[in-house]
């Protein structure tokens, strides 16, 4: 029987979850849907954003890479995808190409040629021979709001509002509350029916502000995981990134609640060593009616990162247990 999941995020987090739920698809016989966040607004795709306007493509094609076929040619492809162009060495000044990634360049042509980004996103997967649909979460481009205390050095109680998804990453403040401009998106269609016809939700890893909270905050996707017979899991982080200094790990689960009060969870995956002492997060994950399970899913080199493995290797007995 197949096995239908909605992973939501953006960035590197999404691109492990993907890549995990890859390893896990053979036996599972899974049938992954990704649904994107739109809000980025730094590096290439904030200047492709600016420049051409539509959808900022970094993440969806971050996305599409990580569902990318295993037949040679496909990883050739999935390879010139992530291929960024260089500053050439003593070339002229304003070099439009330098630090655009190819596929985010071929995106936003497949975007322009055919106007819809479903349809886009739809014939770049077909190219790299995804096993899997790449989604994003409104047809529309969004921005990132935070009140933040503290982001201005010397003044710790001073909140202001920061703007821009990349400013709101490398904040050194706290966030207090987060929003989106235009504040009621209109949700991708295909994304909501997704939803609608999921056995898993999957929140998480990533940045917890700019990549996991702002799929909550479109009226019409929150309707949808509300209403969804699935059932929902949340993958912690390894680590605080600059925009969650100072929120601890049951804090992110905390988050959650906070923009989705009516949201109940099954299952937290984390990592032990990543949790520490795991009461609180235990009751954290029992305040959103989940069990939590602790798996060694980090990579070896200590670094904060998933091992795309090992993490696969947890999600199989969860998500195969009632097969």
């Known amino acids: ?94 070099d439009g190409l330098a630090g655009h990634a190819v596929g ?88 909501v029916a997704a939803i609608g016809c999921a056995d898993w939700l999957i929140f998480g890893p990533g940045s917890w502000y700019t990549s996991v909270l702002p799929h909550l905050l479109v009226p019409q996707l929150a309707a949808a995981i509300l209403a969804s017979p699935a059932r929902r899991l949340v993958t912690l982080n390894l680590a605080a990134e600059k925009e969650t200094l100072g929120l601890s790990v049951a804090d992110h689960l905390a988050a959650l609640r906070w923009y ?6 099954d299952f937290v995956l984390a990592d032990a060593k990543a949790v520490g002492d795991p009461e609180p997060v235990h009751g954290a994950a029992e305040s959103l009616g989940a069990r939590l399970v602790l798996a060694p899913v980090a990579v070896d080199d200590g670094t904060p990162r998933h091992d795309p493995a090992a993490l696969g290797a947890a999600l199989v007995p969860v998500m195969g247990a009632d097969r």
């Open 1 to 94: 029987m197949t096995i239908r999941v909605v992973a939501f995020g953006g960035g590197h987090g999404l691109s492990a979850s993907l890549r995990a739920l890859r390893r896990c698809a053979p036996e599972l016989d899974l049938d992954i849907t990704a649904v994107v966040t739109v809000g980025d607004d730094g590096g290439s795709s904030g200047r492709l954003r600016a420049e051409r306007g539509g959808l900022p493509p970094g993440d969806l094609r971050q996305a599409l890479v990580a569902l990318a076929g295993d037949h040679p040619a496909t990883r050739r492809s999935a390879g010139l995808f992530q291929h960024r162009f260089a500053e050439v060495a003593g070339g002229c000044r304003g």
């Open 260 to 265: 989705l009060p009516e949201l109940t969870v």
């Open 104 to 191: 985010n360049l071929v995106l936003c042509g497949l975007m322009e040629l055919l106007g819809d980004p479903v349809a886009a996103l739809e014939h770049a997967g077909a190219m790299l021979g995804a096993v899997g649909r790449v989604l994003p979460m409104s047809r529309q481009p969004v921005d990132i709001e935070a009140r933040v205390r503290g982001a201005e050095p010397g003044r710790p109680d001073e909140v202001c509002t920061v703007r821009g998804q990349h400013q709101v990453a490398v904040t050194t403040g706290r966030v207090e509350s987060l929003r989106l401009t235009p504040q009621a998106p209109a949700a991708c269609a295909e994304a």
